[in-house]
């Protein structure tokens, strides 16, 4: 069954990629995506052992698994379901949580948007000014209250809210991604435990981490109920950093809108650092 799965997916992968982002000529195909013969020829191996692969008749080795995703563009979530389906860990070690000069400057370069960044296991690692603003931040009180699955699962931060649709769209993106990422860092003993500690306190995480699904695209809406301006809706963009290990997590409100005035409004009256790295003592 797991070599059938493996199959199903590596082909869902190449019938969904674009053969334009691969350097091949687009024209007019019979079929979606790339052919198995233009696989094979990228990624190293024959076009028959991609068709028994994708029929479940081929185990495919870690080094030819990791050139058939390196040439379908994998993102992460994929790549880890791959390795998961083939038996294989990603990964090694703890999850990298250092956010370099590079990664800082993209939250400097956003004076007016608040943004934050985190490591694969959602754990904050630095913020920008206009986030420290919105005064949403991790209060210190908890050895985890700067990770945002045990904030959001523990219902620890009471100054944002979502509706029913984005509050559970937004549960099923965190627990996709973390477990992914525990998939690829089977090593990082205190990873290991936050996922333990989550399991055993909240039903909602330990019903959705039993069958987790993949969610590729991440955009949600939340309520920032701020002290003095008021409630202000904003919208979330998740964006990879995949040469950091990192992602930017970006929070805008919709241009010309009572919510951009407030968030204007609040952001023009803060006085803190540009950026602030969070030091917390949490998984990875």
Same mark, same amino acid.
């Given at each position: 069954? $797991?070599?059938q799965?493996?199959? *199903?997916?590596?082909r !869902?992968?190449?019938?969904a #990629?674009? &053969?334009? @982002?691969?350097? /091949?000529?687009?024209?007019?195909?019979?079929?979606?995506?790339?052919?198995?013969?233009?696989?094979?020829?990228l990624?190293?191996?024959?076009a028959?052992?991609?068709?028994?692969?994708?029929?479940?008749?081929?185990?495919?080795?870690?080094?030819?698994?990791?050139?058939?995703?390196?040439?379908?563009r994998?993102?992460?979530?994929?790549?880890?379901?791959?390795? $998961?389906?083939?038996?294989y860990a *990603?990964a090694?070690? !703890?999850?990298?949580?250092t #956010?370099? &000069?590079? @990664?800082?400057? /993209?939250?400097?370069?956003?004076?007016?948007?608040?943004?934050?960044l985190?490591?694969?296991?959602w754990?904050?690692?630095?913020v920008?000014?206009a986030?420290?603003a919105?005064?949403?931040?991790?209060?210190?009180?908890h050895?985890?209250?700067w990770?945002?699955?045990?904030?959001?699962?523990s219902?620890?931060?009471?100054?944002?809210?979502?509706?029913?649709?984005?509050?559970?769209?937004?549960? *099923?993106?965190?627990?996709?991604?973390?477990?992914?990422?525990?998939?690829?860092?089977?090593?990082?003993?205190?990873?290991?435990?936050?996922?333990d500690?989550?399991?055993?306190?909240?039903?909602?995480f330990?019903?959705?981490?039993?069958?987790?699904?993949?969610?590729?695209?991440?955009?949600?809406?939340?309520?920032?109920?701020?002290?003095?301006?008021?409630?202000?809706?904003?919208?979330?963009?998740?964006?990879?950093?995949?040469g950091?290990?990192?992602?930017?997590?970006l929070l805008?409100? *919709?241009?010309?809108?009572?919510d951009a005035g407030?968030?204007g409004?609040?952001?023009?009256?803060?006085?803190?650092?540009?950026v602030?790295?969070?030091?917390?003592p949490?998984?990875?």
């Open positions: 069954m $797991a070599s799965d493996l199959g *199903a997916e590596v !869902r992968l190449r019938e #990629a674009r &053969p334009a @982002a691969l350097g /091949l000529p687009a024209g007019r195909r019979r079929a979606p995506g790339v052919r198995r013969e233009e696989l094979a020829e990624a190293g191996v024959s028959d052992y991609v068709r028994r692969l994708e029929q479940g008749r081929r185990h495919p080795s870690a080094a030819v698994l990791n050139a058939i995703a390196r040439v379908l994998a993102g992460p979530a994929e790549y880890e379901r791959l390795c $998961a389906l083939a038996g *990603a090694d070690g !703890r999850v990298p949580s #956010a370099g &000069p590079e @990664a800082v400057r /993209l939250l400097e370069r956003l004076p007016g948007t608040p943004a934050f985190t490591d694969a296991a754990n904050v690692v630095a920008n000014g986030w420290t919105l005064g949403a931040g991790g209060a210190n009180r050895l985890r209250d990770n945002v699955a045990w904030r959001t699962f219902a620890a931060h009471r100054e944002i809210s979502r509706g029913d649709d984005h509050a559970t769209e937004f549960r *099923a993106m965190l627990v996709s991604r973390l477990h992914g990422t525990r998939l690829r860092y089977p090593g990082d003993e205190a990873l290991a435990g936050l996922v500690e989550l399991r055993t306190t909240s039903r909602p330990d019903t959705l981490w039993r069958a987790p699904r993949t969610v590729a695209a991440y955009e949600n809406r939340a309520v920032f109920h701020t002290p003095g301006v008021g409630d202000i809706t904003l919208d979330g963009t998740v964006l990879e950093l995949p950091h290990h990192l992602q930017a997590v805008t409100a *919709a241009p010309g809108s009572a407030r968030l409004e609040v952001v023009g009256a803060a006085t803190g650092p540009a602030v790295r969070v030091g917390q949490g998984p990875g």
